[in-house]
């Protein structure tokens, strides 16, 4: 079974500080990739996906994803964060081959963004 | 915009009780699903459905079962309600099948359950 790691389970940065969050899954076929945001109170919103093309992969709100595939990788960028990013971040992966057409998440980042 | 709703954002329930936990989404997409979040386990598939009364299961069914009798509803329901079932359920879904960008999902603003 396929499945998704996030290493940093909590993530405090101050605010212009450059922000990297990890993704690695499991699976070793053709997946499309996804970060969702949930910020407080809200719910969960796409910041960026991957499905072909590309690999580097620009999502809202200056956040930008790198799929390496030779490390399984899906890293989440941010050269300058702000107070406002405080949220929690989920990268999900779907893998196409299966045809299961559902997310599989990993457990989350939480970060927070101190003034 | 697609819009996914959900009956209750916040629902008390006592042990052994029904729950349903409703789920309507106004973009006329195929796939509905249902997952549970809880704090550093991210979120957990419990059942999805490719089409009307269709259903497959997800990693984590038990205790729990899905109805789909229209496209655009997709319900979750507790047979016999427990304290291990108190969680942030969320409902989302998406146009079709993997492989494009039609599988990106939509979620809904969840039902926080407590079961006493």
């Known amino acids: 079974a396929q499945s998704v790691s996030q290493h940093n389970h909590h993530v405090i940065l101050s605010e212009a500080a450059s922000l990297e969050l990890g993704c690695n899954y499991s699976?070793?076929?053709?997946?499309?990739l996804f970060w969702y945001v949930q910020y407080p109170g809200q719910h969960l919103q796409l910041l960026l996906k991957y499905f072909s093309g590309d690999p580097l992969v620009k999502g809202i709100k200056g956040f930008e994803a790198e799929f390496i595939k030779s490390k399984f990788s899906f890293n989440l960028r941010k050269p300058s964060v702000q107070w406002s990013d405080t949220a929690e971040y989920f990268c999900a992966v779907i893998s196409v081959n299966t045809g299961r057409r559902a997310l599989t998440f990993g457990s989350g980042t939480r970060l927070q963004v101190q003034p | 915009d697609v819009k996914v709703t959900q009956s209750s954002r916040y629902l008390v329930k006592r042990t052994g009780e029904k729950v349903f936990l409703e789920c309507v989404q106004d973009?006329?997409?195929?796939?509905m699903f249902w997952y549970r979040q809880d704090p550093g386990l991210g979120l957990r598939l419990i059942y999805f459905s490719y089409d009307v009364k269709m259903k497959e299961k997800g990693d984590i069914p038990e205790g729990y079962s899905v109805s789909r009798e229209k496209k655009e509803r997709f319900s979750l329901i507790l047979e016999s309600a427990s304290t291990n079932q108190t969680s942030m359920y969320l409902c989302?879904?998406?146009?079709?099948?993997?492989?494009?960008?039609?599988?990106?999902?939509?979620f809904g603003p969840g039902t926080r359950l407590t079961v006493l």
């Open positions: 973009m006329d997409h195929e796939n």
């Open positions: 989302a879904s998406s146009l079709g099948e993997a492989g494009g960008s039609t599988d990106t999902q939509y």
């Open positions: 699976y070793g076929g053709t997946v499309n």
